[in-house]
């Protein structure tokens, strides 16, 4: 399987998509709920469910799908007030970390299956993973001594916000196929 233009636009403005609506939704919510909560973390972030589903639907070629909406995302994050440093490093180690996940999870449950295709459950698992691997990446990037506290929302907010996209994703893939069904032929 070769490059895909297709791919690129689906899985960056997905990536754009997601990111939006955690900034512009989820976020003010969480602060308002929540003010004491970093400004670094999402309690439920759904840009790390597009990133994983990225890698292993397209497998390393993800990283070239993401790139541009993960890129245009960061621009947009770190020239806002309160972020100003916000390091495109951060962006690398979230990537590189559910590329990780996904790879691990594929090499020891795809076996352990008997080759069988990845369940929901086989992409949590690979999302947890990444999330652990990122949570602590991220950690390390933004603060000097982080917190378990911390390590903990990130994985949380990752966690969840895959949770919550493969959950959004079953009900639209139920209601296209109840159209589908009713369409008349």
Known sequence: MGFSVS??????GAYICAFALTAGLITPLQ???????????SLMFLPHGVRVLAFFFFGWRGLVYLLPGTLA???LSATSDHLDDLHVAGTAISLVSCYIGVVLTTHFLSSASSGRLFSWPQIMVAGAI???ANA??????HHSTPSMTLFLAYIMGDVLGL???????????????????????
């Not at 602060?31 to 973390?41: E, I, N, R, Y």
């Open 73 to 75: 995302m960061w621009a």
């Open 136 to 141: 602590a990446g991220l950690s390390a990037l």
């Open 31 to 41: 602060q308002a709920t929540l003010p004491g909560v970093s400004h670094f973390v």
């Open 163 to 185: 949770f919550v996209l493969l959950l959004a994703l079953m009900f639209a893939f139920r209601a296209v196929d109840g159209l589908i069904r009713k369409w008349p032929r």
């Open 7 to 12: 791919a690129l636009l689906m899985v960056s």
């Open 130 to 132: 990444g999330s652990v």
